[in-house]
């Protein structure tokens, strides 16, 4: 519940965060875990290797499509 409180905190639309948020966590690199949190998601949207993990995550394309 917290979590979706701090995605309303900061203006960030839950369910696609989730969704992002849970295609990233098995590849993302665990000295960079903060990252994840609501508070930095929308720089964390922005990186490069963000989008590229998201763009190849066949679970996150099905899911938009």
Not at 1 to 13: D, G, K, N, V
Not at 22 to 49: G, H
Request: proline share 8%; glycine share 2%.
């Amino acid at each position: 519940m917290s979590l979706l409180a701090s995605c309303q905190l900061h203006r960030i639309e839950p369910w696609a965060y989730l969704r992002d948020l849970l295609c990233l966590l098995p590849s993302w690199p665990l000295r960079r875990v903060f990252e994840l949190a609501p508070a930095f998601w929308p720089e964390t949207l922005k990186q490069e290797d963000a989008q590229q993990r998201l763009a190849a995550n066949v679970f996150r394309r099905m899911s938009l499509g």
